[in-house]
Structures are given as structure tokens and as C-alpha cells.
């Protein structure tokens, strides 16, 4: 068993003694070296009381750790990381406000299935359980309870190679989700003996095991594809995640079926693949008598299954989450497992049947396509100064058509909305978006955990709204010296800058920011290239050379105060009376 030795002050409280190197260790050596035992190699963080001297330890041990200004967006760092990697991305907070900052992250990757740990030191149990009073005192683990995939507390350094593997397995097996960890202060100051805590450290077999799905529900699904005169495929960011790229790509065009990607499945096959129906979504939706939804949700996105789609279309879903099944629409063939071998079991099976797809369908949406995008260019021809999103995203799309490599990070409202209908993706993995929550204040903390997790370069373009949630760890980005450039829409303000207030005094309405404000001044602070640009030609040469930096560049885009609509697509979602003040 552990020697765990504590030192009683003034206080009262319990202080861990001092270890004596190099035959005595802390709680937090033991939960160091387990995350490295783990092939964790980043961490993202910001440190303090109880946590500091394990971050200081995890750099020493050869785990990156890149420290931020805001929990909330070292959350979405190691969430973005757990996306691209299958593999947990790391979080690391302290007690309290922090902890509760880095949870709005941690429960945002839940809800989108993406894996990460995060890791909160918390004040002594004692005082917390009898509600005394303590520093930073806060009951974190039922605070964090039923809003993460799994919650856990380790209170003993033996135990902590245990909660590490329960913690990971959590995060990577089933469902992807966030899972939190709390630690207190006692357990990550337990002195214990060296020898003996590297003899508790072991490695997980197996941690996100594969998930056969049944020969049965593979047979009912190619049943009912095979029948349909209007097939088409929903691609989500599950599959995505699957890294499966060229399996996914084999069945897609192996059926020869329409396939719509959802916004970050764009690029896994790319945008401009003949078989895409990004540009007929509403045919898909209206027409399709039989849609395979693979890693993707017939949630709030598809309308919940219902509206504009085909009351009597059918769903085949390829799912690793069997509660997902049925939770909107009937799902008449569920083919549950885990991706790869759902498609390879599909692949295996597919010369035994013979597809009816009656080839007019694949013709309409192709001729679609073609009129859609005619229509589509069009919108990016006036070069308008100053500049609309459009004009804006004319020369972002220049840019990025010569630098497809770059992963493309993007929020706001008309921000979000025209640069996915704007810029073609063409590599899997390469767009990160506010997702299944809709969420704002993603854009710096996803742009370094995308940078950090690839060695890759970023491309995040923000509404200037959304900028304002995470524009302080652009600083972060500068100090790690990360290949990633911020390119700011400022239409001043939520939506556009435009807002009445109906009051008639001098302050600002609900939505308006600030048209004039010099975000390029604000990258200057931190020592990055900066530019401020107001026209199209302008956008397109400072990105060009921004891009080609390899380092941190923020790009200031002004745009009109009219530019932008309200809530973007989604003005719909609102109740009607907000509509009587906005634009
Ligand atoms: P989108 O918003 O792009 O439609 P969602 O996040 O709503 O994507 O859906 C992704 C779905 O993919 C989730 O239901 C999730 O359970 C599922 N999923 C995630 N990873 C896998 C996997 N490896 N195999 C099968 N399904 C997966
Ligand atoms: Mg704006």
C-alpha cells in the first residue's frame, strides 16, 4: 500500500510534505505519468492552486502543455484535439470558477461526441462536505454529474491509474463524450513511494473496442437501399471522426448514390465530387425515398426528420449509439456498431445485392448542382466595397481554392452560415464549426487544439461577435507561436451593426458592437502580422501572404454595418416579437 505522509498547519488543513527526490513522489507524478503511459502528449490549461506544480511536471515529463487565458477555450482546444484524433484531448483545470469554466467546454464536446478529459484539481472534501467555507470550495464532481458522459473522483494516489483508465475508456468507447476527473488537493499532494507507484501503472487493452454490428441489420439495411428509386446519404461528423476516409468513399461511390454531407462531414469526400448534393439539399430531403445516415443525426439540424422531409421516405442509420435510434423519426433499418465495421460489413455484403436507383435522380440533382452553383457564383462576383460578407468571402475563397490544406475553423451567425456555403472543402477533417450546439466562442481555443493536434495550418474565419468570446487567447496562439491565422468580419456587431435602440439614448442596442474597432491593433499587442483590410483585392493579397507566414496573423475585414441579417439561417428559431427591433 501507498506510504502517504501529511503535515497538519496552523489552519488545520492537511498539507502534503514535502517529497524527497528522488525515492518519493506526488499523486501528481503518479497521474503524470499515467497520462504519458496513455500516449497523451499535449495538454491544454490554464494552471493555478491546486494544479500548477502538475503542469510544471507534465512539461517536464515531455507533455506539451499549452496554457490559455480562459479555461472555456482550452476546453474547446482539447475538444477539437479528442475530434482529430480519436484519442482524449486533455484538459486541465483548478478548483472552482475554473473547473466551471472549463465544464461549458467539456459538456459542449458531449453533446457533439467529441472525447476529452478534463482534469480539475478541487479543494479538500472535508470543508466541502460540511459546507464550511474553503478556498475555492465548490462540490465539482455533482456539479459536473449528469452533464458529462461520466463523471469520476480519485481520491487516492493508488487509485489513480484506475480513474486515468475509466476516465479514457469513457471518453473513447461507445459514443464519444467529455468526461471529467476531479482530483483534490490531498490526493495530488500524497507523497508516495517512487518504486512502488510506477508498479501501478498500467495500460488499457482495447480502450474503444470495435462493435460488430449484426449480419441481420446489415442485410435489412442493403434490403431497403438496394430497393430505392431515390436513395441518397447523409454523411456526418461521426463519420468524420471514424477515420475511415476511403472506406466511406469506396461505399459511397461504389452505390453511386447522391450524398449530403452535414457542415463539418464537408471534405471527407470532396465538396466537388460529381455524386455531392450540397447545392440539392432541399431535393434530398423533399424526394428521397430511402436515406442512409451515416454518423449523423436526425437532429434539430435535419429538422428532426420532420418538415420539408419526405413523409414517407425511410431511414437506414449507421449508429454506434443504440438510444440514438428512433429518438426522431422511425428508423426502419438501425445498423448498430462502430463505423468502420458497419461500412466494412456493408462493403462485404454489397455484390449480393443489385441497386434500383432509377438513374434520373442522380441526373436532377447533378443538373441541380450545376444551376445551384451558377447561381451561387453569381453572389460572389460584385467585388462591393465596402464590403459584404460576399464580396469578403470572394477573395477567402480565392485563398483558400489555392491552399486546400488549411483547416478551416469557422463561427458566427452570417460568418458561419455564408463561408460554409462559400469555401469547397476538400480534405477529411478540415472544418471545424460551432456544431450540434450551435455554440459561439469556439473559434481561438478549436483553431490550437486543430493546430496543436495536426502540426497543420489554420484558417479560422470569425463574425466579429463571436471573436469577442475567445479574442484574448489569440494571445495564446502568439505566444506558442502556432501556423494559424484569424481572419475577423467586422460588421459591428451580433448579426450586423445596425441595431435601433428604440430608447433613443445614446447607448448602443442589445446587438451593436463596434464597427470601428481595430481587432489588427489588438494582434499587434502579442507581436503577430497583423492587417487591416476594405476591399476584396486588399483580403485577398494580406491572406495569401498570412497564410504562407506559418505563424500568427489576424486579419482585420471591414465590412458594412449593414452586411448580415439577423440570427443568419436561423432567424426562424426566434420567437416573432424579436423581430419588431432587429434587422
Ligand atoms: P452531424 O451534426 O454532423 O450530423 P452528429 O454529431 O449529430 O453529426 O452525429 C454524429 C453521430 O455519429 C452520433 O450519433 C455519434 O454517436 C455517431 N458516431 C460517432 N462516432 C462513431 C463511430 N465511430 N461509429 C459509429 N457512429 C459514431
Ligand atoms: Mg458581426
Avoid at 431511414?315 to 466494412?344: W, Y
Avoid at 471545424?432 to 483553431?447: F, H, L, P, V, Y
Wanted: aromatic fraction near 6%; hydrophobic fraction near 40%.
Amino acid at each position: 500500500m501507498a506510504t502517504t505522509t501529511t503535515n497538519t498547519t496552523q489552519s488545520g488543513t492537511q498539507q502534503p510534505a514535502t517529497p524527497t527526490y528522488p525515492n518519493q513522489v506526488t499523486g501528481m507524478y503518479v497521474l503524470a505519468q499515467m497520462l504519458k503511459k496513455l500516449g497523451v502528449t499535449d495538454m491544454y490549461g490554464l494552471v493555478g492552486i491546486p494544479v500548477t506544480d502538475f503542469s510544471y511536471i507534465c512539461q517536464a515529463e515531455g507533455i506539451r502543455f499549452v496554457g490559455f487565458r480562459h479555461e472555456q477555450q482550452a476546453g474547446m482546444a482539447a475538444a477539437t484535439h479528442g475530434y482529430l484524433t480519436k484519442t482524449p484531448g486533455i484538459l486541465l483545470t483548478v478548483s472552482s470558477l475554473g473547473f466551471l469554466n472549463g465544464l461549458t467546454a467539456t459538456i459542449n464536446a458531449t453533446v457533439n461526441c467529441y472525447p476529452m478529459i478534463q482534469i480539475s484539481g478541487s479543494s479538500d472534501r472535508e470543508p466541502i462536505d460540511l459546507d464550511q467555507g474553503t478556498y475555492e470550495g465548490l462540490d465539482q464532481l455533482n456539479v459536473a454529474k449528469g452533464l458529462v458522459k461520466a463523471a469520476y473522483r480519485v481520491n487516492k494516489p493508488e487509485d489513480i491509474p484506475t480513474a486515468v483508465i475509466r476516465a479514457y475508456r469513457a471518453a473513447v468507447s461507445g459514443r464519444p463524450g467529455g468526461v471529467y476527473l476531479d482530483v483534490p488537493t490531498p490526493c495530488l499532494g500524497a507523497v508516495v513511494d517512487r518504486e512502488q507507484a510506477m508498479s501501478w501503472l498500467e495500460t488499457p487493452v482495447d480502450p474503444a473496442p470495435a462493435m460488430i454490428p449484426s449480419a441481420e441489420s446489415v442485410d435489412r439495411a442493403l434490403k431497403l437501399l438496394s430497393a430505392a428509386k431515390r436513395p441518397a446519404i447523409v454523411l456526418g461528423k461521426g463519420a468524420q471522426y471514424a477515420q475511415i476516409d476511403d472506406k466511406i468513399k469506396k461505399l459511397v461511390e461504389t452505390l453511386g448514390v447522391p450524398f449530403l454531407p452535414m457542415s463539418m462531414a464537408k471534405g471527407l469526400i470532396p465538396d466537388n465530387h460529381p455524386q455531392s448534393a450540397i447545392a440539392a439539399r432541399s431535393t434530398i430531403l423533399e424526394e428521397a425515398d430511402v436515406v442512409m445516415l451515416v454518423g449523423a443525426r436526425l437532429n434539430w439540424l435535419l429538422s428532426r426528420g420532420h418538415g420539408k422531409w419526405n413523409p414517407d421516405g425511410q431511414f437506414i442509420q449507421l449508429e454506434i449509439e443504440p438510444t440514438e435510434i428512433d429518438c426522431n423519426r422511425h428508423i426502419a433499418a438501425p445498423v448498430i456498431g462502430d463505423l468502420e465495421s458497419s461500412v466494412d460489413a456493408l462493403l462485404a455484403k454489397l455484390p449480393d445485392y443489385k441497386m434500383s436507383m432509377d438513374p434520373a435522380w442522380m441526373e436532377k440533382i447533378q443538373s441541380i448542382t450545376k444551376v445551384k452553383n451558377a447561381e451561387f457564383a453569381q453572389r460572389l462576383v460584385p467585388q462591393t466595397v465596402p464590403m459584404t460578407h460576399w464580396s469578403a468571402l470572394s477573395a477567402v475563397k480565392k485563398v483558400y481554392d489555392a491552399n486546400p490544406d488549411l483547416i478551416l475553423v469557422n463561427e458566427g451567425a452570417n460568418t458561419l452560415d455564408d463561408t460554409r456555403d462559400t469555401l469547397d472543402i476538400m480534405q477529411p477533417r478540415h472544418r471545424i464549426d460551432c456544431a450540434t450546439w450551435a455554440i459561439m466562442g469556439m473559434g481561438m481555443g478549436s483553431a490550437i487544439g486543430a493546430a496543436v493536434a495536426t502540426g497543420g495550418r489554420v484558417l479560422a474565419v470569425e463574425g466579429d461577435s463571436a471573436f469577442g468570446f475567445s479574442g484574448m487567447d489569440f494571445s495564446t496562439i502568439c505566444r506558442f507561436k502556432l501556423p494559424v491565422t484569424v481572419v475577423i468580419f467586422n460588421n459591428g456587431g451580433i448579426y450586423n451593426g445596425i441595431g435601433v435602440n428604440a430608447n433613443g439614448d445614446s447607448d448602443p442596442a442589445p446587438t451593436t458592437l463596434d464597427i470601428h474597432a481595430r481587432y489588427d491593433k489588438l494582434g499587434d499587442a502579442f507581436g503577430a502580422k497583423t492587417y487591416y483590410v476594405t476591399t476584396p483585392a486588399e483580403l485577398e493579397q494580406a491572406l495569401t501572404e498570412a497564410v504562407a507566414l506559418k505563424g500568427p496573423a489576424l486579419i482585420d475585414v471591414q465590412l458594412a454595418a449593414d452586411s448580415g441579417k439577423e440570427s443568419g439561417h436561423i432567424g426562424y428559431l426566434n420567437p416573432e416579437s424579436l423581430r419588431h427591433f432587429t434587422v
